[in-house]
Structure formats: C-alpha cells, structure tokens
C-alpha cells in the first residue's frame, strides 16, 4: 500500500516558523491535505488541496507542494499550536485513503 | 454548521461485534460520503470505509471482511459494524463528513470520537 512518510518530532520556538513535511514516492498529481489533532481532541481540518485553507483556520497555516514532498508552514508559532499533525492523500489507483503517521510539534 | 457525533457501547468482547452510530445534525446528508476513522491509543489515524448517500460502500482493504456501513436516512445516521473484534480493534472511532474535490478526498468535519475498549 502507499506510504507517506512524517518526521516523528518537530520542535520550535514561539513566533518562530515551523515545518512539517510528508513525503511519498511517486506523488506526482496527488493532492495534500493537512490535519491538527491537539490531545484529547478529534482532528481538524487544517490544510486542503495542498494549500487551501478551510474558512476559520488562520493565515499562520499554510501548505506548500514541490518535487515528492509536502510541507506544512506555520508562522509566528504559539503555544496553543501544540499538537499532531497529520497529511492525508488519496491513492487513485485503489480508491483508497492514506494518512503520514504523524508529527508531533512540541513548543519550546 | 454540520456536526456529528458518534455513540455506542465503550466496552466490547473479544469475538464480538462492535457497533457505533454517527448522529449528522445542522445539514443534510446528501451529497456527500460518509466516513468512519480510528485510532488506536498512542497511535496514528486509520481509514475504515465510507457510505455514500446512494449507499455504495467502500471499505480498508485490510478490515474489509469484519466491515459494514450502512446509512439511515430517515435519522440522519451512518453506521459501523466490526465482527470478531480482537484487543487490536481497541481506539478512539470517529465518524466523519468526507469531501470530494477533482482526483482526491479529505475529511472535515469530525465526531468528537469514541473510545472503544475490547476485552479478553
């Protein structure tokens, strides 16, 4: 099955830039979507079609798409942005879903 | 503003059949395709399968033989069901409302989540 491959751990400081990536082979044409699951939380929808942003999400977020990566950005990072952070494609060819197992941001 | 929210037992045998029900309030089902999604403890999100509104179903080839989704309009609830449950099905369940744009699908929203339990 597809893979899509997250670094386990990502550390920042406050109002510094965070970057998160996803990657996966032959991901040529795939959309991205990006999801912040804070704890005890359910997921939320952060990032669609690799950098749409749903209405309510600050500018802070942002999604960008090059080569066989993704990337999310954040901005001016805060302590409530402590949290899993989840990329999401659809693999065509299977009508599947595929999630990257995840980043945990820690806020120093 | 569409939300949803899962509810069923939080404790289940081994061998037994899991069951959750997904409550859609403030839209309508229609048009769009109906997800359930795990997680086990400490561990990251699982795709299970979806209902469509015309109640085509697709399901993780992984769990599809212990699957089925079904829909019920009339109370604007979707349904999971996972037979012969083992401790491995032990997660947090959430249901969620799938989008579907050009060549792809994401999530959004989601149920709160469920934690469901199974026993040996």
């Known amino acids: 099955s597809y893979l899509l491959t997250q670094p386990p751990s990502v550390s920042v400081a406050p109002g510094k830039t965070a970057r998160i990536s996803c990657g996966g082979s032959?991901?040529?044409?795939?959309?991205f979507h990006w999801y912040q699951q804070k704890s005890g939380q359910a997921p939320v929808l952060l990032i669609y079609y690799n950098t749409d942003r749903p209405s309510g999400i600050p500018d802070r977020f942002s999604g960008t798409y090059s080569g066989n990566t993704a990337t999310l950005t954040i901005t001016r990072v805060e302590a409530g942005d402590e949290a899993d952070y989840y990329c999401?494609?659809?693999?065509?060819?299977?009508?599947?879903?595929?999630f990257g197992g995840g980043t945990r941001l820690t806020v120093l | 503003q569409v939300q949803l929210q899962e509810s069923g037992p939080g404790l289940v045998k081994s061998s037994e059949t899991l069951s959750l029900t997904c409550t859609v309030s403030?839209?309508?089902?229609?048009?769009?395709?109906w997800s359930w999604l795990r997680q086990p403890p400490g561990k990251g999100l699982e795709w299970i399968g979806y209902v469509s509104y015309s109640g085509t179903t697709k399901y993780n080839p992984s769990l599809k033989s212990r699957v089925t989704i079904s829909l019920d309009k009339s109370m604007k609830q979707f349904s999971l069901k996972l037979t012969y449950v083992t401790t491995a099905d032990t997660a947090v369940y959430y249901c969620?409302?799938?989008?579907?744009?050009?060549?792809?699908?994401?999530?959004?929203?989601w149920g709160q989540g469920a934690l469901v339990t199974v026993s040996s």
């Open positions: 032959d991901i040529g044409g795939k959309s």
């Open positions: 403030g839209g309508s089902l229609g048009s769009y395709y």
């Open positions: 969620a409302r799938e989008e579907r744009g050009w060549e792809s699908r994401w999530f959004d929203p």
């Open positions: 999401q494609v659809w693999e065509s060819s299977t009508d599947d879903v595929v």
